[in-house]
């Protein structure tokens, strides 16, 4: 699997003050919100691709499949391909691939200790989402 990038998200119930601790103590950018998860990106001049997330836990199915621990986002080139190489090694899926209107085509699985890895491939986003969009 070749990745574009890697980012992070935590499953909280205390998104805003997640949110505001590092828009305070870390001048951290907020580049999407839509209430239920927010994306923050650092400034950096060497990377500009560090992000965290935040999303409430009983959201969609994370709330079925997530019991702790957090959500590793890998974006690929090619998701269906990857779907396809993990279903032929016999990897059990979270999700099922699907297009997002938040702005993804994904699927998700865990590892050994219950993390969930959100494989995906960024597409445009849908209507419902172009307002959660800050920057």
Known sequence: MKLNDLSI??????????????????????????????????????NPFIFLSFMKPEYGSAGTIFKGGLTLNLNVVDVDAEYARLKSAGIAFCDEIADHE???????VKDPIGNVLCVYSPREIGPEYQKAIKE
């Open 9 to 46: 998200t935590f499953h909280t119930g205390k998104i805003k003050e997640c949110v505001d601790f590092y828009v305070r103590y870390y001048d951290v950018k907020i580049t999407f919100d839509c209430e239920w998860y927010v994306t923050i990106q650092f400034q950096s001049e060497v």
């Open 102 to 108: 938040w702005g993804d085509r994904s699927f998700s």
